[in-house]
């Protein structure tokens, strides 16, 4: 088996399940054990991440914050970390040399005073498949999988991750998969 570890998740037009139309899924761990993963592109805009923050008793050093993201439907009142790499945590998920994941709450003490990440997502909940359950998800044209991108990952505006994803490939998403021709 080949590890998706570090890979986009693209939902096809072919995604049955709605939770995850138009969604963009970084794959963060995928191995026999099954697969984990953070869709990057769903903020959620009843929750802000200043407040966050002051729930932690931390008042941030920065005038504007990124979003907080449903990171997935399992688990949504666990926090995650998905940052760049030249950032030190004490404790992590190397995903790919530019990535990192972690829960460690000394991270967010360090956005609330400006030396954190350079990038980062702060994200609720997780995607996570059974053994085995990517790999049916993937023959029933559900996800197209391409190699992640830093750009698309920490700097594309939301509404545009998903298309933008497919496009770094010449793929245009909206619609991939409708077969046109004759034999």
Known sequence: MNSLQGYFLIATPKMTDPRFQEQVVYLCAHNEDGAMGLVINQPIPDIQLEDILTSFGLSAGIARLPAVYLGGPVETNTAYILYSAEYQAPTCLEISPTTRLTREPVVLEDIAKGCGPQNYLFLLGYA????????????????????ADDEVLFTTPDNLKWQKAAKKYGIDIVVFGDVVGRA
């Open 128 to 147: 996570g498949w059974a053994p085995g359950q990517l790999e049916n998800e993937l023959r029933m044209d559900g996800w197209l999988t391409l190699p």
